[in-house]
């Protein structure tokens, strides 16, 4: 197989991951572009020559927080599951492993991650894992390789083997498919783990615990909310291309709607069809928390309306504009 090394340039400082032995003629090229300020190690198999090049550039060092032990000397900087490498970057860790800390480097704006030694590129444009020999935990390692395949990757720059430059969400898939010894289509709700925000000075406040992502879906979205008494899960909104459908697990939230306020119970089931007979938010007006599953399709072309605000936000969250004043087809050209 091939041994593969990156070089990522920042204009704040350039990073190498994984770095093989350089030739005079590529350490030339990267002291031509800067330098090296970082050199991360993805696992203790994947030191190879960092050092030396850490030494010839003045490169500091990082590396997971459970495999920074294990090398041959100390690091920099240890990394943990969520922590922002640099901006639009973000680590993940695997267990399983050949190792027991390795982690990934989530690239979101570019659809990319890169991987160590947690999936090999062999053959050219499929995937597998090491034996089963060489990992801590087989089980364990194809359910962590979940948090990658939940990323919907279009690249996967791989440590060992041929990298995948397209298509890579189904190659992952395909991976993960072809064991038998584990079904990834299936989840636990008690292995979710499940992410919380507040905002607006805690008006909006939730955990929300992405299911669909992780064993696989991709037409639909499911996700499990905990909403706490006095909280809103989100905006009253209106969707124009996904339908969704709530059902109540635990405790006695409210919809708000445009027909007025529905209190529910748990064991309801709402449904909210695209338009505005669908406007609905999720408001917890009960005394204990509540839980949510929540389940709506997943359309590239849709387009929410926000009426409190007059809003519009366009493919999710990307691009968010005032509804009025309406404009003439012709305004501007």
Same mark, same amino acid.
């Given at each position: 197989? +091939?041994?593969?090394?990156? +070089?990522?340039?920042?204009?704040?400082?350039?990073?190498?991951?994984?770095?093989?032995?350089?030739? #005079?003629?590529q350490e030339a090229l990267l002291a031509e572009r800067g330098g090296v300020a970082w050199?991360?190690?993805?696992?203790?198999?994947?030191?190879?020559?960092?050092?030396?090049?850490?030494?010839? *550039? @003045?490169?500091?060092?990082?590396?997971?927080?459970?495999?920074?032990?294990?090398?041959?000397?100390?690091? &920099?900087?240890?990394?943990?599951?969520?922590? /922002?490498? *640099?901006?639009?970057?973000?680590?993940?860790?695997?267990?399983?492993?050949?190792?027991?800390?390795?982690?990934?480097?989530?690239?979101?704006?570019?659809?990319?991650?890169?991987?160590? &030694?947690?999936?090999?590129?062999?053959?050219?444009?499929?995937? =597998?894992?090491?034996?089963?020999?060489?990992?801590?935990?087989?089980?364990?390692?194809?359910? @962590?390789?979940?948090?990658?395949?939940?990323?919907?990757?279009?690249?996967?720059?791989? @440590?060992?083997?041929?990298?995948? +430059?397209?298509?890579?969400?189904?190659?992952?898939?395909?991976?993960?498919?072809?064991r038998r010894d584990v079904y990834v289509n299936r989840i636990n709700l008690d292995e979710?783990?499940?992410? /919380?925000?507040?905002?607006?000075?805690?008006?909006?406040?939730?955990?929300?615990?992405?299911?669909?992502? $992780?064993?696989?879906? =991709?037409?639909?979205?499911?996700?499990?909310?905990?909403?706490?008494?006095?909280?809103? *899960?989100?905006?009253?909104?209106?969707? #124009?291309?996904?339908?969704?459908? *709530?059902?109540?697990?635990? @405790?006695?939230?409210?919809? =708000?709607?445009? =027909?007025? %306020?529905?209190?529910?119970?748990?064991?309801?089931?709402?449904?909210?069809?695209?338009? #505005?007979?669908?406007?609905? !938010?999720?408001?917890?007006?009960? !005394?204990?928390?509540?839980?949510? +599953?929540?389940?709506?399709?997943? &359309?590239?072309?849709?387009?929410? $309306? $926000?009426? %409190?605000?007059?809003?519009?936000?366009?493919?999710?969250? %990307?691009?968010?504009?005032?509804?009025?004043?309406?404009?003439? $087809?012709y305004d501007g050209e």
């Amino acid at each position: 197989m +091939f041994f593969n090394s990156f +070089f990522v340039r920042r204009p704040e400082g350039n990073i190498v991951v994984d770095p093989l032995a350089l030739s #005079a003629e590529q350490e030339a090229l990267l002291a031509e572009r800067g330098g090296v300020a970082w050199i991360v190690i993805t696992n203790r198999d994947h030191e190879r020559k960092a050092r030396e090049i850490a030494a010839r *550039f @003045g490169a500091r060092l990082a590396a997971g927080a459970q495999e920074a032990a294990l090398l041959s000397g100390p690091v &920099d900087r240890t990394l943990h599951e969520g922590d /922002s490498l *640099f901006e639009g970057a973000t680590i993940l860790e695997l267990p399983g492993g050949k190792t027991p800390g390795e982690i990934a480097i989530h690239l979101a704006e570019h659809r990319a991650a890169i991987l160590g &030694d947690a999936l090999w590129g062999d053959p050219a444009g499929r995937l =597998r894992l090491p034996p089963d020999e060489k990992l801590a935990d087989p089980l364990a390692a194809v359910l @962590g390789l979940r948090k990658i395949w939940a990323l919907r990757l279009e690249t996967l720059l791989v @440590g060992d083997g041929a990298c995948l +430059f397209a298509g890579a969400d189904k190659i992952i898939g395909d991976c993960l498919h072809a064991r038998r010894d584990v079904y990834v289509n299936r989840i636990n709700l008690d292995e979710l783990t499940g992410k /919380s925000f507040s905002d607006v000075g805690g008006k909006y406040e939730a955990t929300s615990y992405e299911i669909g992502l $992780y064993i696989g879906a =991709r037409k639909l979205g499911y996700r499990l909310v905990t909403l706490p008494p006095g909280k809103i *899960f989100c905006p009253l909104h209106a969707h #124009a291309a996904e339908e969704e459908v *709530f059902l109540v697990m635990e @405790g006695e939230p409210t919809i =708000r709607t445009l =027909r007025g %306020d529905v209190r529910c119970r748990a064991g309801d089931v709402i449904a909210f069809p695209v338009g #505005a007979v669908g406007t609905h !938010t999720l408001v917890n007006t009960g !005394t204990k928390p509540c839980r949510v +599953f929540m389940l709506g399709t997943d &359309d590239d072309n849709e387009v929410c $309306y $926000y009426p %409190d605000s007059d809003k519009v936000a366009v493919d999710s969250r %990307d691009l968010i504009l005032r509804a009025a004043p309406s404009l003439d $087809y012709y305004d501007g050209e």
